[in-house]
T-cell receptor
Framework: DAKTTQPPSMDCAEGRAANLPCNHS???????VYWYRQIHSQGPQYIIH???NNETNEMASLIITEDRKSSTLILPHATLRDTAVYYC??????????????FGRGTSLIVHP | NAGVMQNPRHLVRRRGQEARLRCSPM?????VYWYRQLPEEGLKFMVY????????ESGMPKERFSAEFPKEGPSILRIQQVVRGDSAAYFC?????????????FGPGTRLTVL
């Protein structure tokens, strides 16, 4: 799996857009970019994923650069409930069809009033 | 459509006892993953199973830990002779197919405390 690098922490004002960056400079062509978040003491929650094109769903938007070496997760109108640790994960097919999603330290996002 | 279920949510064991953690995947999901999260750390992959098969256990400690996903019933993570260092949150996830092209759905976790 390509390694990902994220800032350890960020903060954002409620109602503003939160832009969370992720570097994955060693990504290869068949590797997807996934984003999950973990609200304190809960299980991780899937947010969004993409391969090449930008993606949007009801939770967030994912912007992937043309060279695919970095991406940005955008929460368009952050709320206090978006305070969580956000994980950027890159994964690829391994031997025997096993994918090993690797959760790093992530970015701790604090949304303040 | 119930999500991934884990039980118990909290488990307390004394050193040397056995801990059994159960995970029922989402309906229709045949791929199960176990992760461990130590306090203030990220999730560490332990094992990936499909029905009746262990696909990848590269993250599992070689001793005292075992996992199964029988044809009928939940997946079980078993820790024998627990030690204090086993205290952690254990999360189970399931997916309908290979996780590389399908998102994983996580359960609420089991918090194991070893006294």
């Amino acid at each position: 799996d390509a390694k990902t690098t994220q800032p350890p922490s960020m903060d954002c004002a409620e109602g503003r857009a939160a832009n969370l960056p992720c570097n994955h400079s060693t990504i290869s062509g068949n590797e997807y970019v996934y984003w999950y978040r973990q609200i304190h003491s809960q299980g991780p929650q899937y947010i969004i994923h993409g391969l090449k094109n930008n993606e949007t769903n009801e939770m967030a938007s994912l912007i992937i650069t043309e060279d695919r070496k970095s991406s940005t997760l955008i929460l368009p109108h952050a709320t206090l409930r978006d305070t969580a640790v956000y994980y950027c994960i890159v994964r690829a097919l391994r031997l025997r069809g096993s994918y090993i999603p690797t959760f790093g330290r992530g970015t701790s996002l604090i949304v303040h009033p | 459509n119930a999500g991934v279920m884990q039980n118990p949510r909290h488990l307390v064991r004394r050193r040397g006892q056995e801990a059994r953690l159960r995970c029922s995947p989402m309906k229709g999901h045949s791929h199960v993953y176990w992760y461990r999260q130590l306090p203030e750390e990220g999730l560490k992959f332990m094992v990936y199973l499909q029905k009746e098969n262990i696909i990848d256990e590269s993250g599992m400690p070689k001793e005292r830990f075992s996992a199964e996903f029988p044809k009928e019933g939940p997946s079980i993570l078993r820790i024998q002779q627990v030690v204090r260092g086993d205290s952690a949150a254990y999360f189970c996830a399931s997916s309908p197919g290979l996780a590389g092209v399908n998102e994983q759905f996580f359960g609420p976790g089991t918090r194991l405390t070893v006294l």
